[in-house]
């Protein structure tokens, strides 16, 4: 495999370089939850490497964005097709040191970490988060005015009260963590018993007091790290098309928009690579080895972005499939700078755009910090560009075909010089 040069010039593919390419365990340091990609290195074409041979393909040029707001399918090669075509789930399973820690997968720890008083505080301490959707409910009081709601992933049941005091007939509160059983205290203490009911148990499985269309609007706060982490969304659409009533039921959010741009972070890799070299006297530089295999969730700060935005991912909640959560999409990044290039950042917008007062919530460093922060994907070693040249290539996402809450994602990138 070639590599990038300082001015991004790049010797051509040789039979006798590997394929550089590395299998990433995304680790959220706070929370210990997971989400992979595998990262190709830059370079003027790209190999496929089997056990008894080499194929070349040529480089592709950049895709045009007519407006980056809107995704555009891939049709590099590796990233088209049915997902199970885009690569080898085997890629994701292989330890990546000799410390193996696969046997903590043996756990479910998801609904029984929603359990827990602080993953709440962290998202009532949200202020973005939870005021945006006091905002979307309370704000629009005439579309909640006798109208029949579900929150789907209540938590504490904060959302639920919000409906409550918009004028909502009754809200039904679900969850299948044990806070659900803190939820029913917290209505209880507020005076909302007769407007809120408590349900405890997933979604699917429950014995519910309402039938089929009977739900005039859903509400929920499913998104994850990357937007689909977690895979909470999939409950949600079940009860869209089970639930909400056709044609006059609303869903909140109702859009959610994914987008990726590119960073210079040299301090912080100086910082997290020096660290090693002297913990209290010991040099564990050995450790530096695998430090930016494995994405960040970190907060970005906006003057680390040297290129524009483009869209990767763009959902109608109203009317998506539940597979649409998978994609292969193009993506290409001006630069706005003469700089290093050292990561893609990622970060999601959802809108509450079907009630009348409208309101956006956007996770993304040119707006406050939320809990969600950014999902950072460092490459192995830094690209130089100059203003106006083009970083492009593919970015695809499909859930782990053993753990669905978990996700692999694949990422190709490419320079074109202005």
Same mark, same amino acid.
């Given at each position: 495999?070639?590599?990038?040069?300082?001015?991004?010039?790049?010797?051509?593919?040789?039979?006798? &370089?590997?394929?550089?390419?590395?299998?990433?365990?995304?680790?959220? &340091?706070?929370?210990?939850? !997971?989400?992979?990609?595998?990262?190709?290195?830059?370079?003027? /074409?790209?190999?496929?490497?089997?056990?008894?041979?080499?194929?070349?393909?040529?480089?592709?040029?950049?895709?045009?964005?007519?407006?980056?707001?809107?995704?555009?399918?891939?049709?590099?090669?590796?990233?088209?097709?049915?997902?199970?075509?885009?690569?080898?789930?085997?890629?994701?399973?292989?330890?990546?040191?000799?410390?193996?820690?696969?046997?903590?997968?043996?756990?479910?720890?998801?609904?029984?970490?929603?359990?827990?008083?602080?993953?709440?505080? &962290?998202?009532?301490?949200?202020?973005?988060?939870?005021?945006?959707?006091?905002?979307?409910? /309370?704000?629009?009081?005439?579309?909640?005015?006798?109208?029949?709601?579900?929150?789907?992933?209540?938590? !504490?049941?904060?959302?639920?009260?919000?409906?409550?005091?918009?004028?909502?007939?009754?809200?039904?509160?679900?969850?299948?963590?044990?806070?659900?059983?803190?939820?029913?205290?917290?209505?209880?203490?507020?005076?909302?018993?007769?407007?809120?009911?408590?349900?405890?148990?997933?979604? &699917?499985?429950?014995?519910?007091?309402?039938?089929?269309?009977?739900?005039?609007?859903?509400?929920?706060?499913?998104?994850?790290?990357?937007?689909?982490?977690?895979?909470?969304?999939?409950?949600?659409?079940w009860a869209r098309d089970k639930f909400l009533k056709k044609g006059?039921?609303?869903?909140?959010?109702?859009?959610?928009?994914?987008?990726?741009?590119?960073?210079?972070?040299?301090?912080?890799?100086? /910082?997290?690579?020096?660290?090693?070299?002297?913990?209290?006297?010991?040099?564990?530089?050995?450790? !530096?080895?695998?430090?930016?295999?494995?994405?960040?969730?970190?907060?970005?700060?906006?003057?680390?972005?040297?290129?524009?935005?483009?869209?990767?991912?763009?959902?109608?909640?109203?009317?998506?499939?539940?597979?649409?959560?998978?994609?292969?999409?193009?993506?290409?990044?001006?630069?706005?700078?003469?700089?290093?290039?050292?990561?893609?950042?990622?970060?999601?917008?959802?809108?509450?755009?079907?009630?009348?007062?409208?309101?956006?919530?956007?996770?993304?460093?040119?707006?406050?910090?939320?809990?969600?922060?950014?999902?950072?994907?460092?490459?192995?070693?830094?690209?130089?560009?100059?203003?106006?040249?083009?970083?492009?290539?593919?970015?695809?996402?499909?859930?782990?075909?053993?753990?669905?809450?978990?996700?692999?994602?694949?990422?190709?990138?490419?320079?074109?010089?202005?």
């Amino acid at each position: 495999m070639s590599e990038a040069k300082e001015a991004v010039v790049v010797k051509p593919v040789s039979s006798n &370089e590997p394929d550089l390419k590395s299998d990433i365990s995304m680790i959220d &340091e706070n929370e210990n939850k !997971t989400m992979k990609k595998e990262i190709k290195e830059n370079k003027t /074409e790209e190999v496929k490497i089997t056990k008894s041979e080499i194929k070349i393909r040529p480089k592709f040029s950049a895709p045009y964005f007519a407006d980056k707001e809107k995704t555009q399918p891939s049709v590099e090669y590796g990233f088209t097709g049915p997902s199970d075509n885009w690569f080898s789930e085997n890629n994701y399973k292989n330890a990546k040191s000799k410390a193996n820690f696969n046997d903590a997968k043996k756990h479910d720890p998801y609904f029984y970490s929603y359990s827990s008083h602080h993953i709440h505080e &962290e998202m009532l301490k949200d202020k973005s988060r939870t005021l945006d959707y006091q905002r979307a409910i /309370e704000g629009n009081k005439a579309d909640f005015k006798d109208k029949v709601v579900l929150d789907i992933g209540c938590g !504490t049941g904060i959302l639920s009260i919000f409906a409550a005091r918009a004028g909502a007939k009754h809200v039904y509160a679900i969850d299948n963590a044990e806070i659900a059983l803190f939820a029913k205290e917290i209505v209880k203490k507020n005076g909302f018993e007769g407007k809120i009911t408590v349900l405890k148990g997933k979604m &699917e499985e429950l014995d519910l007091p309402f039938g089929d269309g009977e739900i005039d609007i859903i509400v929920s706060e499913w998104m994850g790290y990357f937007l689909v982490y977690e895979s909470m969304l999939d409950c949600v659409i079940w009860a869209r098309d089970k639930f909400l009533k056709k044609g006059t039921g609303l869903m909140l959010p109702d859009r959610a928009q994914l987008y990726v741009a590119a960073i210079e972070d040299s301090q912080y890799k100086s /910082e997290k690579t020096n660290f090693w070299n002297n913990v209290y006297g010991v040099n564990m530089s050995v450790m !530096t080895g695998g430090l930016f295999v494995d994405p960040m969730i970190d907060t970005i700060k906006a003057n680390n972005i040297i290129s524009d935005t483009c869209s990767i991912l763009d959902l109608d909640l109203m009317t998506m499939k539940k597979d649409d959560v998978e994609f292969s999409s193009f993506y290409s990044l001006k630069m706005n700078y003469s700089d290093k290039m050292h990561a893609l950042v990622s970060w999601f917008d959802v809108s509450f755009s079907k009630v009348k007062n409208k309101v956006v919530l956007s996770t993304g460093p040119y707006k406050q910090y939320t809990h969600w922060k950014q999902s950072i994907f460092y490459i192995d070693r830094p690209l130089s560009f100059t203003k106006g040249d083009t970083l492009y290539g593919s970015i695809c996402s499909r859930r782990d075909r053993t753990n669905f809450r978990e996700l692999n994602i694949k990422i190709s990138y490419h320079v074109e010089a202005k």
